[in-house]
T-cell receptor, first 114, second 113 residues
């Protein structure tokens, strides 16, 4: 079965600093990977997705993630944090593109320090 | 606004009771998913419906059931409620057009006292 592990349940960065949220996957076959964001009192929203077309994926709000098969990782980055980035971020995986029964990680809460 | 509507937003009830959560998917979306989010379990997939038929089942308890109606709205029924059922229940929908994207509602927060 596929799974994702998010390292660090809480991450704090200063405004303007690099954001790095870690996600490692476990899968016996090439997976499809996603990052979702959840703002307070809202549902989850798709940030970006990896579907094997390109290993570096750009998403909304300046975020990007790189699929590294050798490291089984799909870390999320943003060069310069903004106060509005404060939210909870979830990595997710599925093996069957088109079947969106996603398996989510436990989430990382990102705090931005002014 | 994702276009997915969930009601009620908040619900407080007692142990042993039964509640129904309702979800209206985005216009045109045929798939509906239910997820449970709790502090100790994280975000857990419960069940998926596609065009009225059950497509996939996850960690859904026997006390819980769901259905999708001809107009594509879905209901999640939770019965014999226990304290541990207190959680945020999300509905999501997708077009099943191989985009890999789920559109989530804002959730129904259930508190069991």
């Amino acid at each position: 079965a596929q799974s994702v592990t998010q390292l660090g349940s809480h991450v704090s960065v200063s405004e303007g600093a690099l954001v790095l949220l870690r996600c490692n996957y476990s899968s016996s076959v090439p997976p499809y990977l996603f990052w979702y964001v959840q703002y307070p009192n809202q549902g989850l929203q798709l940030l970006l997705k990896y579907t094997s077309a390109a290993t570096l994926v750009k998403g909304i709000n300046g975020f990007e993630a790189e699929f590294k098969k050798s490291e089984t990782s799909f870390h999320l980055t943003k060069p310069s944090a903004h106060m509005s980035d404060a939210a909870e971020y979830f990595c997710a995986v599925t093996l069957n593109f088109g079947n969106e029964k996603l398996t989510f990680g436990t989430g990382t809460r990102l705090t931005i320090i002014p | 606004d994702s276009g997915v509507t969930q009601t009620p937003k908040h619900l407080i009830t007692a142990t042993g009771q039964r509640v129904t959560l309702r979800c209206s998917p985005r216009s045109g979306d045929l798939s509906v998913y239910w997820y449970q989010q709790s502090l100790d379990q994280g975000l857990q997939f419960l069940i998926q419906y596609y065009n009225g038929e059950e497509r996939a089942k996850g960690n859904i308890l026997e006390r819980f059931s769901a259905q999708q109606f001809p107009d594509l709205h879905s209901e999640l029924n939770l019965s014999s409620l226990e304290l541990g059922d207190s959680a945020l229940y999300f509905c999501a929908s997708s077009r099943a057009s191989n985009t890999g994207e789920l559109f989530f509602g804002e959730g129904s927060r259930l508190t069991v006292l």
